[in-house]
T-cell receptor
Framework: QKEVEQNSGPLSVPEGAIASLNCTYS??????FFWYRQYSGKSPELIMS????GDKEDGRFTAQLNKASQYVSLLIRDSQPSDSATYLC????????????FGDGTTLTVKP | EAGVAQSPRYKIIEKRQSVAFWCNPI?????LYWYQQILGQGPKLLIQ????????DSQLPKDRFSAERLKGVDSTLKIQPAKLEDSAVYLC???????????????????FGPGTRLLVL
């Protein structure tokens, strides 16, 4: 079992729809959770971080964390073609420490 | 503010050859990371430096990989000898503090360089 699991996709949604990306993790001691966006041929870019159970909103993005279920998700509202990318979930066992474990990413395609 | 610089951007070598990658982090960033990203997978941390000291190198294949950050600024990652399975993108990232992440735009955000794409034939 991988430490961080994501559906590889591809996930395809029409423009303007809500895209839902999911991530599960195996280490119950994980404390910090992150979503990165990676365009094809480019480097990852941090878009959201979440540390406490519940929802965290930033513009069109909402991260949701449920530590009891070991589950973190990312919702993208009003999806745009420019959101088409691979979304990486990363989990850190210790807040403030360096090492993170990444999932293999979910590829999202937003169709005009 | 200049971003993380890496060179070369692309490298093609034959197996058993050696190769070196260079990274210049964002000015003032104390923490530097080297990741390996194989096609279709997420980045895997190889080594983390805090200034010129190693914080974590638990996933670095030390029989063939080495890295240094002698003056606490630039860093080099070397592979000797290379194997076919080393074909990947090698990403360098830096952050102001030991924590690689925090809220976007915060002092501890991790910034990635453009990567070096390595192909081993």
């Amino acid at each position: 079992q991988k430490e961080v699991e994501q559906n590889s996709g591809p996930l395809s949604v029409p423009e303007g729809a809500i895209a839902s990306l999911n991530c599960t993790y195996s280490d119950r001691g994980s404390q910090s959770f992150f979503w990165y966006r990676q365009y094809s041929g480019k480097s990852p870019e941090l878009i959201m971080s979440i540390y406490s159970n519940g929802d965290k909103e930033d513009g069109r993005f909402t991260a949701q964390l449920n530590k009891a279920s070991q589950y973190v998700s990312l919702l993208i509202r009003d999806s745009q073609p420019s959101d088409s990318a691979t979304y990486l979930c990363a989990v850190n066992r210790i807040v403030g420490a360096g090492k993170s474990t990444f999932g293999d990413g979910t590829t999202l395609t937003v169709k005009p | 503010e200049a971003g993380v610089a890496q060179s070369p951007r692309y490298k093609i070598i034959e197996k058993r050859q050696s190769v070196a990658f260079w990274c210049n982090p964002i000015s003032g960033h104390a923490t530097l990371y080297w990741y390996q990203q194989i096609l279709g997978q997420g980045p895997k941390l190889l080594i983390q430096f805090q200034n010129n000291g190693v914080v974590d190198d638990s996933q670095l294949p030390k029989d063939r990989f080495s890295a240094e950050r002698l003056k606490g600024v630039d860093s080099t990652l070397k592979i000797q000898p290379a194997k076919l399975e080393d074909s990947a993108v090698y990403l360098c990232a830096s952050s102001l503090s030991p924590s690689p992440h925090r809220d976007r735009g915060g002092q501890e955000t991790q910034y990635f360089g453009p990567g070096t794409r390595l192909l081993v034939l």
